[in-house]
C-alpha cells in the first residue's frame, strides 16, 4: 500500500524558492554575461542539475508497505526496513533532517538502534497498516500531534 508524504506550507514555500533561486542563478549567465561562454554554461548546468535534483527529491518521495518490508523512497534514494526489525512506531514533531516533509512525524525505530523518520499524510492509515504488518510492535500516537 502507497502513502504519499504529508507537507508543510513553510517547508513547501522555502524549498521551492530555492529551487527557483538556483534556476535563476543558472539563467543569470545568458541575460548578464562576464562569465564566458564556458563559464555560463557549467554554471546553467550545475544550477539546473541541482534544482532538479532537489525538486526530484520533493516530488518522488513516498512509503511503500509491501511485501516483506517498508519501503521510503526519496526521489533516486530508498530504504527498505524489514518489518521483523521493526520495534517500535510513535508521533513526533521534529525539525531534523530525513526522509520526513512535514514536522510532524512517525519515529520508526527497528533493528537495536536503527530509527527513520517519515510523514505519511494519513498517519492513522499506515499506522493500522503497519500494525497489521508488525503486529510485535509497539506504537505510541501522542494527542497533542495534532
Keep these: ?11 513547501s514555500v522555502t524549498l521551492w524558492a530555492s529551487v527557483l533561486a ?3 542563478c543558472g539563467l543569470t549567465p545568458l541575460f548578464v554575461g562576464g562569465a564566458g561562454i564556458v563559464g555560463g554554461m557549467l554554471l546553467f548546468l550545475l544550477c539546473f542539475t541541482a534544482g532538479g535534483f532537489v525538486a526530484w527529491l520533493w516530488l518522488a518521495t513516498c512509503y511503500v508497505i509491501g511485501g516483506d518490508g517498508l519501503l521510503i523512497r526519496t526521489g533516486p534514494l530508498s530504504r527498505t526496513v524489514p518489518f521483523a526489525g521493526i520495534s517500535e512506531a510513535k508521533t513526533i514533531r521534529s525539525v531534523s533532517a530525513s526522509a520526513a516533509t512535514s514536522i510532524r512525524r512517525i519515529e520508526i525505530r527497528y533493528n537495536k538502534y536503527d530509527f527513520v523518520h517519515i510523514s505519511p499524510l494519513d498517519e492513522q492509515g499506515f499506522m493500522t497498516e503497519l500494525k497489521k504488518r508488525c503486529p510485535h510492535m509497539r506504537t505510541e500516537i501522542r494527542r497533542d500531534n495534532a
Excluded: E, G, Q, S
Design 1 to 11: 500500500m502507497k502513502f504519499a508524504p504529508r507537507r508543510d506550507l513553510w517547508l
Design 22 to 24: 538556483l534556476l535563476a
